[in-house]
T-cell receptor
Framework: DAKTTQPPSMDCAEGRAANLPCNHS???????VYWYRQIHSQGPQYIIH???NNETNEMASLIITEDRKSSTLILPHATLRDTAVYYC??????????????FGKGTKLSVIP | EPEVTQTPSHQVTQMGQEVILRCVPI?????FYWYRQILGQKVEFLVS????????KSEIFDDQFSVERPDGSNFTLKIRSTKLEDSAMYFC???????????FGSGTRLTVV
């Protein structure tokens, strides 16, 4: 699976949009981009995923560049409860033989009042 | 919202003892996983399970580990002879499809003394 690079930490003011970048310059055509977060020591929480197109759900938006070498997770109105470590994970389509998610160190997002 | 339930939340065991960690995945999910996180370290993949067999396992998942889905609702992880280095948070997860987001449980903290 392609390697991802994320900033180790970011701050965001409460109520503002949080834009979390991820670089995955070696991504290949059948690899998905997944975002998860982990609040304190709880289990990771799925946020969103995409292949080529931008995606939006009730939690966030995922913007993938046209060349697919980077993506941005957008939390439109960050709250204190969004303080967490955010993981960007690239994984080959599971039918190609791999089911595992490889978690890196992620970005620690601190939402500040 | 459906949840993945893990029991116990905390287990302390003596080195060399067998432990069984239990998970109840979401009822209509077909894919099941175990991950672990040693304190202060990354979340690591252990094993994935589909159609009553292991579909993928990591190097961590050696002969001391086994998984079972004994009754169609529970999914268990057994460690035959625990070592000090098995002390970690163990997370169970499930997904309805292999490319969908996973739902993680809140974890079992295993302490080997």
């Amino acid at each position: 699976d392609a390697k991802t690079t994320q900033p180790p930490s970011m701050d965001c003011a409460e109520g503002r949009a949080a834009n979390l970048p991820c670089n995955h310059s070696t991504i290949s055509g059948n690899e998905y981009v997944y975002w998860y977060r982990q609040i304190h020591s709880q289990g990771p929480q799925y946020i969103i995923h995409g292949l080529k197109n931008n995606e939006t759900n009730e939690m966030a938006s995922l913007i993938i560049t046209e060349d697919r070498k980077s993506s941005t997770l957008i939390l439109p109105h960050a709250t204190l409860r969004d303080t967490a470590v955010y993981y960007c994970i690239v994984r080959v389509e599971a039918g190609a033989g791999s089911y595992q998610l490889t978690f890196g160190k992620g970005t620690k997002l601190s939402v500040i009042p | 919202e459906p949840e993945v339930t893990q029991t116990p939340s905390h287990q302390v065991t003596q080195m060399g003892q067998e432990v069984i960690l239990r998970c109840v995945p979401i009822s209509n999910h077909l894919y099941f996983y175990w991950y672990r996180q040693i304190l202060g370290q990354k979340v690591e993949f252990l094993v994935s399970f589909y159609n009553n067999e292991i579909s993928e396992k990591s190097e961590i998942f050696d002969d001391q580990f086994s998984v079972e889905r004994p009754d169609g609702s529970n999914f268990t992880l057994k460690i035959r002879s625990t070592k000090l280095e098995d002390s970690a948070m163990y997370f169970c997860a499930s997904s309805i499809e292999s490319n969908y987001g996973y739902t993680f449980g809140s974890g079992t903290r295993l302490t080997v003394v």
